[in-house]
């Protein structure tokens, strides 16, 4: 029965949202989303956003919400991403050098 | 006391891992998939071996992959990803299960050249298992004689056997991924899967002896996955 309080716990958590009756299409997590990404919302806060996009009853504007999101993610991505320096390229430049020996030897 | 706080120990560990991943903000990825190879597995064919049953091109050449990474830093993850390799079939009337798992601690460093698309290095150090299991159906005139007494007929027992080794190896990686989504993308890797692997020290019930002559000290891998990410 103990074992069972940490599951209770996580699934109240996950579940245990409320429901913005009022504007379901602008709702708390759909707001941090157009702001500030997909990846801006914690795992926990996943159900909710699709709680959101599912109480939202205009489907037009929930296909438009989900495409930003997702293209605003891509771009964000890329321009965080599209420098290579550092360690993280020296470590890229030996794994190279290493599959080019291995290669020729 | 002890031994209640022993029994919750794994309980507080994956009560904090969870927490962590919920209230925390984690890029962490899983992926599945499989990849291509082509290993000299020596005396485990049955070219080389008539023992040995048959074997298919899944069994020889293909791997099932799966793993889930972490990205600890904007160009950088880490994480772990096993390729496993199988063969079964019937060695006499017993059955024979193959398996050799190549098990990675995987770096990677990546960036993207353009939107959705990314390069990525990886470097793994690896602990690799390979195991030959015989599983044979047997009565035993031991427990014949006990189900008897109660009024039973005579039962086939499974008795499984193992041989298991284990070995270092090293796989370096090059890899393209498309982000179809932004938590969702298809991703090709190539490279290589160096191994330490020696025939002989394989285990048998605390017993050491020789096992399959495999070569598979460089092999050139192919593989693609579909990942999925937050």
Known sequence: ?105 | MNHRLQSLTPFIFWFMLLSASLFAQPKLSFHLGGGFYSPTLGMLDPDSNNVIPSLSAFSKNMLIDWGFKYQFYPNARIGYARSNSYHSGKVGDSGFLRTISYRMLTFETFYYPRKRMELNFMLAPMYNKGTVKLTAESSSGDWDTLLGSYGNSSVKLSTPGEMTKRWFGLASMIGFRYYIFSWLAVDGKAGFIQNSYSEKKWKLEKEKIDGPTMNIKKLPVFNIHLVLGW
């Open chain 1, 1 to 105: 029965m103990v074992k069972l309080f940490p599951l209770l716990f996580f699934v109240s958590i996950s579940f245990g949202f409320e429901k913005d009756q009022e504007a379901p299409c602008n709702g708390e997590k759909i707001q941090k989303v157009a702001k500030k990404g997909l990846r801006s919302l914690k795992i926990s806060e996943i159900p909710s956003y699709l709680v959101e996009l599912k109480n939202c009853k205009d489907k037009a504007k929930v296909k438009t919400i989900k495409n930003s999101a997702n293209e605003k993610q891509l771009e964000d991505d890329a321009e965080n991403n599209k420098s290579f320096v550092g360690r993280t390229s020296g470590c890229a430049y030996c794994i190279m050098a290493l599959i080019v020996y291995l290669v020729f030897v």
